[in-house]
């Protein structure tokens, strides 16, 4: 079955920490993994993405996230938190099987403390 | 492109109205997808289109759910009658078509209070 699965309901990091956000999935072929941010009132925008190619993935707002196909994981990354990353991040696996639906994690809520 | 539009953006009802939710997806693209989100339940999918044929409804809690997309460029979620416990944001994403991206462009989210 298909599914993600965001192990970290919240999470809180003083500014100018690094962040790492974990997610693993699991999907029966080759996935295409999301990361989207939503900030509190928002629709939720889309970070950055992994289809083929390097797994180390660069997005928008100085965002990363590895791709790595032994683990089942695509973990977010940020080497220094500004207090306005503070919003909720899903993580999502979708493709070409499944009826190109694309499965969203439960989310994690990121705290930044001063 | 002014991107995913939803509206209205904020509906109070009473319980046992009708509601109807709006979604005018970005040009050109050729699904479109219906979610609802709580704080409960998260993220969740109620239903999909593709080139305006519902392809997945499975996701639609029950009948008092129901959604059409008439032509590419606009789709409807209705309830009715309405309940207290459909009170959620519901977000209308559009998506190209598969195999040349995945990505969905999400809109800003009808928040509805039923009360």
């Known amino acids: 079955a298909q599914s993600v699965t965001q192990p970290d309901i919240h999470i809180t990091v003083s500014e100018g920490a690094s962040l790492e956000l974990r997610c693993n999935y699991s999907?029966?072929?080759?996935?295409?993994l999301f990361w989207y941010v939503q900030s509190p009132g928002q629709g939720l925008q889309l970070l950055l993405k992994?289809?083929?190619?390097?797994?180390l993935v660069q997005g928008i707002k100085g965002f990363e996230a590895e791709f790595k196909r032994s683990q089942s994981s695509f973990n977010l990354r940020k080497p220094s938190v500004h207090w306005s990353d503070a919003a909720e991040y899903f993580c999502?696996?979708?493709?070409?099987?499944?009826?190109?639906?694309?499965?969203f994690g439960a989310g994690t809520r990121l705290f930044v403390k001063a | 492109d002014a991107g995913v539009i939803q509206s209205p953006r904020h509906e109070v009802t009473e319980m046992g109205q009708e509601v109807t939710l709006r979604c005018k997806p970005i040009?050109?693209?050729?699904?479109l997808f219906w979610y609802r989100q709580t704080m409960m339940r998260g993220l969740e999918l109620l239903i999909y289109?593709?080139?305006?044929?519902?392809?997945?409804d499975s996701g639609m809690p029950e009948d008092r759910f129901s959604a059409k997309m008439p032509n590419a460029s606009f789709s409807t979620l209705k309830i009715q009658p309405s309940e207290p416990r459909d009170s959620a944001v519901y977000f209308c994403?559009?998506?190209?078509?598969?195999?040349?991206?995945?990505?969905?462009?999400f809109g800003p989210g009808t928040r509805l209070t039923v009360l």
């Open positions: 994403a559009s998506r190209p078509a598969a195999g040349i991206t995945d990505t969905q462009y």
């Open positions: 999907y029966g072929a080759t996935p295409y």
């Open positions: 992994y289809f083929s190619g390097d797994t």
């Open positions: 999502a696996v979708g493709g070409n099987t499944g009826g190109f639906k694309t499965i």
């Open positions: 040009s050109g693209h050729d699904y």
């Open positions: 289109f593709n080139n305006n044929v519902p392809i997945d």
